[in-house]
């Protein structure tokens, strides 16, 4: 049984950092590629990052150069960095597993969810 806690979430200002963590409860990360998504009100849940089991990293366009997705098997976490924060950042940001080595930025393919945390990017 494997449970996803997002944490990290909350009030940044423009240009800001923050970083979020999703630990895995009850089941080892190291055989699932991890994704970060994100999803605001009246718009559809979009991939942000995503890691292979061996550590091969995709991001969408929006989040290239500012988003550093990375796994820590140790502590069985996978954490999301983000600098130069923009106010249309701001989404509820989840966590999600996929059985397969490689992944997707397709949130369809991914079998285990977080509840997500919520970031907001504002002055």
């Known amino acids: 049984q494997l449970r996803l806690v997002e944490s990290g979430g909350g009030l940044v200002q423009p240009g800001g950092s923050l970083s979020l963590s999703c630990a895995g409860l009850?089941?080892?990360?190291?055989?699932?590629?991890m994704g970060w998504f994100r999803q605001v009100p009246g718009k559809e849940r979009e991939g942000v990052a995503v890691i292979s089991t061996s550590g091969r990293t995709t991001y969408a366009d929006s989040a290239k150069g500012r988003f550093t997705i990375s796994r820590d098997n140790a502590k069985n976490t996978v954490s999301l960095q983000m600098n130069s924060l923009k106010p249309d950042d701001t989404a509820v940001y989840y966590c999600?597993?996929?059985?397969?080595?490689?992944?997707?930025?397709?949130?369809?393919?991914?079998?285990?969810w977080g509840q997500g945390t919520q970031v907001t990017v504002s002055s």
């Open positions: 009850g089941y080892t990360l190291e055989h699932f590629a």
């Open positions: 999600a597993a996929d059985g397969t080595p490689d992944g997707s930025l397709a949130e369809y393919v991914y079998d285990w």
